[in-house]
Structures are given as structure tokens and as C-alpha cells.
């Protein structure tokens, strides 16, 4: 598992959005916004991880968590969003 958190984020909104439509990521929950969640596959297509990048207003700070070959029965997707549950009022306090 990785966490990163950038500040000053170096990239754009637009490059954030284009990051959800290459990694077929769905919107974090209500109060969770603006950021996505995705599942990282393998060569093999095999689920083997996810991703949630969470981000402020104005995309000047963003929190990225990679959860890779996790617990197997773990939901993924569900546990990095928890993640972000928990660490976005922390490190994004502009954002909660």
C-alpha cells in the first residue's frame, strides 16, 4: 500500500479527469468528492489492487492511495476508499 500526498500538486484538473476516463474510475462517494476510485489490473486482466485519488477545489493538493496484492477476498476498491474516508479530513482539511 502507498500513500502520497502533493503539495502543491504539479498537474492540472484536466489531467486529473483524464486520469479517471484511461483508468475507468468511478466518483468517491458524497462528501468524498472531487476524486475517483478504480481497480488496477494485471497483464492477465486479474483484479490485483485499487487506486483512489482524492483532490481539492481548485487541484492545488491531491491524495493518492494504491493498494496492490492485497489481502485476497479483500474488496479492494471498497478498502481505499475507506482509506480516503479516513485520511481526506488530515490531509485535504481545505477539502472536508
Do not use: C
Not at 2 to 25: H, K, M, N, Y
Not at 53 to 73: E, N, R, S, Y
Amino acid at each position: 500500500m502507498t500513500v502520497e500526498l502533493q503539495i502543491p500538486f504539479a498537474s492540472t484538473l484536466q489531467s486529473l479527469e483524464l486520469g479517471r476516463t484511461r483508468d475507468r474510475g468511478i466518483d468517491l462517494p458524497n462528501g468524498l468528492t472531487p476524486g475517483y476510485s478504480a481497480i488496477i489490473k494485471d497483464t492477465d486482466g486479474n483484479t490485483v489492487g485499487a487506486k483512489a485519488f482524492a483532490w481539492t477545489q481548485d487541484g492545488t493538493k491531491m491524495l493518492a492511495i494504491h493498494i496492490v496484492k492485497g489481502g485476497p477476498g479483500r474488496d479492494h476498491q471498497a478498502d481505499v476508499i475507506e482509506f480516503v474516508r479516513q485520511l481526506r479530513p488530515l490531509l485535504l482539511p481545505s477539502a472536508s
